[in-house]
């Protein structure tokens, strides 16, 4: 069974009841027997499942490791060198180009610094109607971080 959101196909006559079946008798996809006849389970098309499975295995299980989240795979940096720190020095003129120069204003404000997670709220409670809860995150803003709270409106 392909996964279509992610853009995997499945195998031809494969699907959600078949797969569930048979994986879950067998596991994994190794584990499968090439022959039908040799399946301790029932399913529905066996012999053109087994047919199928036995002609594109390979990429079944190319399509499997495709899909697989790697945790041992080398980055290159520690976790803190990936944090990220607030938008570039280049990051308002490529916002200007896209003719989205407020980007670059949100970005900041947005930043991590004692004021970014509370200048997020003062925002998201903006967004979601709840001015009263904006206005006080917004207080609450202005006392840690008046800077921020000056790139900030509450309506």
């Given amino acids: ?18 797969a569930a079946t048979v994986l879950a008798r067998y596991g994994r996809l190794e584990d499968i027997p090439e022959l039908a006849t040799e ?21 079944a299980l190319l399509f499997r490791e495709l899909a697989t989240l790697r945790t041992d795979a080398a980055i290159g940096a520690d976790v803190d060198a990936l944090r ?8 308002a003129a490529w916002a200007r180009r896209l003719g989205a120069p407020a980007l670059h204003e949100r970005a900041s404000i947005l930043a991590p610094t004692s004021a970014g997670p509370r200048a ?26 008046p800077a921020a709270a000056g790139r900030l409106t509450v309506r």
């Fill in 1 to 18: 069974m392909g996964d279509s959101a992610d853009g995997y196909p499945g195998l031809p006559g494969w699907g959600a009841r078949s």
């Fill in 39 to 59: 399946w301790e389970v029932s399913a529905r098309g066996a012999l053109r499942l087994a047919t199928t499975l036995a002609e594109q295995r390979a990429r």
């Fill in 84 to 91: 990220w720190t607030g938008p570039r020095d280049d990051f």
């Fill in 120 to 145: 997020w709220l003062v925002q998201a409670y903006e967004a979601a109607g709840q001015r009263d809860r904006a206005r006080e995150e917004m207080a609450a803003l202005r006392r840690l971080d």
